[in-house]
Nanobody, 123 residues
Framework: QVQLVESGGGLVQAGDSLRVSCAASEGSFSRYVMGWFRQPPGKEREFVASISYSGDFTDYRDSVKGRFIISRDNAKNTVYLQMNSLKPEDSAVYYC????????????????WGQGTQVTVSS
């Protein structure tokens, strides 16, 4: 069982940057593909980014490419999402998740989830 705890959300203005973090309890953290998802108010949860076991491969949804960067530190069992040039439409609860499925962008394929952290971007 992997426990994930997000932190770092908050209220920022459009154009600002914010970094959210996700700490995992599991010692085998490096064996999981890690993903970030978000759920805007009244909408379904959507894929944001993912990173491979070693961090060599990343994937992003089109609307965040060039603005968001996912990274991981396996020694600290932590995955990060650096969000730059934030827009009001980025406002959502951000969740980290873990899977053993390489390249997955689907909610149903992620086995473990954090409780989420709120990111609000004002215009």
């Amino acid at each position: 069982q992997v426990q994930l705890v997000e932190s770092g959300g908050g209220l920022v203005q459009a154009g600002d940057s914010l970094r959210v973090s996700c700490a995992a309890s599991e010692g085998s953290f490096s064996r999981y593909v890690m993903g970030w998802f978000r759920q805007p108010p009244g909408k379904e949860r959507e894929f944001v980014a993912s990173i491979s076991y070693s961090g060599d491969f990343t994937d992003y949804r089109d609307s965040v490419k060039g603005r968001f960067i996912i990274s991981r530190d396996n020694a600290k069992n932590t995955v990060y999402l650096q969000m730059n040039s934030l827009k009001p439409e980025d406002s959502a609860v951000y969740y980290c998740a873990a899977t053993r499925t390489i390249g997955s962008i689907w909610v149903r394929e992620y086995d473990y989830w954090g409780q989420g952290t709120q990111v609000t971007v004002s215009s």
